[in-house]
C-alpha cells in the first residue's frame, strides 16, 4: 500500500513552540497530518523513548503512522511504525534488516546524486530539501527551492517502478505549500508551521486543505 | 557463564588520546582486557555503526567480547556481543527484550538505592562508581570512593541469586586498581589509564596482573 504523505508533521522537543509534544502531535493529527514523526537530537535515550511511548498511544485513536528519526533503538522499544533516516543515520539496509517488511523507513534526499544513488526498493517514502530557508534546523546547503525538489523527483521516478512518495520539506506553510505540490511532490512535511500556531489542528487543517486541492488539480 | 569482567576496556573516540580508535580496542584486548566497550556519545549514527563493526572485526582473533554503550540499535546493526546502559538509556527488560537471552548487558549503578532497584536477573555485568574523580567524563556526583562501591557491591549480593560480576569505574589506573578489587568488585573499568599510555597493550597487561593478583589473594 502506498504511503500517504500529504501531511507529514514532526514534532521536536526543540522546536515545540508553547507546546506539549505529545499534545502537539495529537492535534496535528487531529488536523489532518497523515504522518508524524519524532524528531529527538537532543535528549537521554529513556526520555526518547517515553516520547515515542506516549505519542504512539495518543495516535492510536486517530489511526496515523508514527514513525522515530534517526533512532531504530527508541522506535523498537516503543513499537512505532518506522523511523526515518538521514545519509548519516542508519544505512537503509541495516534498517531493513533490523525492522523488518512491515515497517515503514522514509530517507531523506538532499540532491539528485542522493536520489540516484538511494536504495529506492527499500523505503517507503522520501523527503527531500530543504526547499526553503528554516529556523527549525541548522542547514549546511543553500535551499533547492520548487526547482531542485522538481529535479529530485524526477530522477527518482527514473529510478523506482514503484510509485515512490515524495514530500518536501524545509520552510514550508500555508504561503508556499502549493508550489510544492506543483513541483511534483505527493506532500509536505513541516515543524514550525504547525508548532508555531497558536492552535495546530487549524494550521493541519489549513495545510491539508491547501495540498488537496493541489493534489485533486494533478489527478492523483 | 559468568563473564569475565576483569579488565573492561572502554573505548571512545573523544578520549583516545594519540591512538587510532579500532587500533587501541586491539592493543587494549591484545594486552589482556577481557570485555571492550564502544562509548561515542557525539558521533553521527552511520559512524558509530562503522566503528563498532571496525571494532568486531578486530576483537574476533582474540575472541574478547564486545559491547556498544547506550545505542541498542549501533549494536544490533554491527552485530555486537551486546551493550552497556546507564539508568537514562534504554531500560534493561527494553534492552532483553530487542538482544535476545544471548546478549551481553551490563548496567551502571551509581548507588545503594540504584543497586536496590536494579533488574538483577536481567543483566550479565555492573560497572559502578564513580570510584575517583575522572577526566574522561563529566562526573554529577562526588566519587564513590572504594568504601562507596564496597556498599553498593554489598546490597547487590543481598540482592542476587547468581554471582553478579561488578567493576568499578572512573579514574582508576595502576595505582589504585588493587584498592578496587580489595573492596569487593570483580575488576576495573577504564579509558584513560589505557588510551594515554603510549602502548595500551603493556598498560593493559600491567593492570590485569594487578587485577588478577589481587583476585588470586581473594581465592577467586
Known amino acids: ?28 493529527a487531529a488536523g489532518g497530518a497523515t ?9 537521554e535515550t529513556r526520555v526518547m523513548i517515553e516520547e515515542a511511548r506516549a505519542i504512539k498511544q495518543a495516535l492510536a485513536p486517530l489511526s496515523v503512522p508514527f514513525v522515530v528519526n534517526d533512532r531504530v533503538d527508541v522506535a523498537l ?5 518506522g523511523v526515518h533516516v538521514g545519509q548519516d543515520d542508519m544505512p537503509v539496509e541495516d534498517v531493513r534488516r533490523l525492522l523488518g ?21 527499500l523505503i517507503d517514502y522520501v523527503g527531500s530539501g530543504g526547499v526553503y530557508a528554516t ?15 522538481a529535479r529530485i523527483i524526477e530522477a527518482l521516478r527514473r529510478r523506482s517502478q514503484k510509485p515512490l512518495p515524495v ?6 506553510d500555508e504561503s508556499n505549500a502549493a508550489a510544492v505540490i506543483a513541483a511534483g ?4 512535511a513541516v515543524i514550525s ?17 491547501i495540498v488537496d486541492a493541489m493534489l485533486a488539480k494533478r489527478g492523483t
Chains 1, 2 share one sequence.
Open 1 to 28: 500500500m502506498r504511503l500517504d504523505i500529504r501531511l507529514n508533521a514532526i514534532v521536536d522537543p526543540e522546536n515545540a513552540g508553547r507546546h506539549d509534544l505529545i499534545d502537539l502531535a495529537r492535534r496535528c
Open 35 to 43: 504522518l508524524v514523526q519524532l524528531r529527538d537530537k537532543r535528549s
Open 77 to 81: 522499544a516503543a513499537g512505532a511504525d
Open 101 to 121: 517488511a512491515s515497517a515503514i523507513i522514509g530517507l531523506s534526499i538532499k540532491n539528485v546524486g542522493e536520489a540516484e544513488a538511494a536504495p529506492v526498493e
Open 135 to 149: 529556523v527549525s534546523k541548522q542547514q549546511k546547503n543553500a535551499p533547492i527551492g520548487p526547482a531542485g525538489l
Open 167 to 172: 514530500c518536501g520539506i524545509a520552510g514550508i
Open 185 to 188: 511532490a505527493d506532500g509536505v
Open 193 to 209: 508551521a504547525l508548532s508555531r500556531a497558536s492552535d495546530p489542528t487549524v494550521a493541519a487543517r489549513r495545510l491539508r486543505e
